[in-house]
């Protein structure tokens, strides 16, 4: 599978973005999706994950309450809706996918990466 993330920007300290993750392919219903960032300096980290169905979610401490992770299948598209920015929400975000039906937490278990967009809040 190929994934395409896009809908990164600069915005201000409070604003919303959401940004997608497209995907090839016609078996997307079967993978497990992430979304990583990647602030400079610093290692990639996870943000938020969902099953193939997306029946459940998984958010990091630091996004939990202002991020939503969701997904249409029919769409072969996964979303990061990210409200209440901060400065320390910049970063590339990633996506990724792995084969599998549970959730899926570091870098190494996913598989398929897309190419990232960048995402940057100004004070």
């Known amino acids: 599978v190929q994934l395409q993330a896009s809908g990164g920007g600069l915005v201000q300290t409070g604003d919303s973005l959401r940004l997608s993750c497209a995907a090839s392919g016609r078996t997307f219903s079967r993978y497990a999706v992430g979304w990583f960032r990647q602030a400079p300096g610093k290692e990639r980290d996870i943000v938020a994950c969902?099953?193939?169905?997306?029946?459940?979610?998984y958010y990091s401490d630091s996004v939990k309450g202002r991020f939503t992770i969701s997904r249409d299948n029919a769409k072969n598209t996964t979303y990061l809706q990210m409200n209440s920015l901060k400065p320390e929400d910049t970063a590339v975000y990633y996506c990724?996918?792995?084969?599998?039906?549970?959730?899926?937490?570091?870098?190494?278990?996913?598989?398929?990466w897309g190419q990232g967009t960048q995402v940057t809040v100004s004070s």
């Open positions: 969902i099953t193939r169905g997306g029946g459940t979610t």
């Open positions: 990724a996918a792995r084969l599998g039906g549970d959730l899926y937490y570091t870098i190494t278990s996913y598989d398929y």
